[in-house]
C-alpha cells in the first residue's frame, strides 16, 4: 500500500486537511478497517465516511470529526471484482 499523507508524531493523526477529499481512503483511529471519505465540511472540520470495500446493500455512513483520521491512503481495486457479481 502506499501512503499520501505522513503522521503528525505527536498526536498520530493527519498533519492537515487541506489534501483530504471526497472519494479518499483513510484508515481512523481505534480501527484497522479501512474507509472511504464520501463528504467533507473542511470548516467545521468534519467527515462523512462509509467502509471500503462498501457492499452495494448497505447505506453505513458516519461524521466524523477530521483529526480523527490516522492516514490517508489508496483504495484497493478489490470492490471492482465485488461490482462485477452484481448486474446492474
Keep these: 500500500m502506499i ?7 505527536e498526536n498520530n493523526n493527519l498533519s492537515s486537511s487541506e489534501n483530504l477529499y471526497k472519494g479518499a481512503c483513510v484508515k481512523i483511529k481505534n480501527s484497522n478497517k479501512t474507509f472511504q471519505v464520501i463528504g467533507l465540511n473542511i470548516s467545521k472540520e468534519i467527515c462523512w465516511v462509509r467502509e471500503w470495500p462498501f457492499a452495494c446493500n448497505s447505506k453505513k455512513t458516519f ?9 490517508q491512503i489508496f483504495c484497493s481495486n478489490n470492490s471492482s471484482e465485488k461490482l462485477s457479481n452484481y448486474e446492474i
Excluded: P
Excluded at 501512503?3 to 508524531?9: A, G, T
Excluded at 461524521?63 to 492516514?71: P, S
Design 3 to 9: 501512503h499520501s499523507k505522513l503522521l503528525d508524531s
Design 63 to 71: 461524521a466524523l470529526e477530521i483529526n480523527q483520521i490516522t492516514l
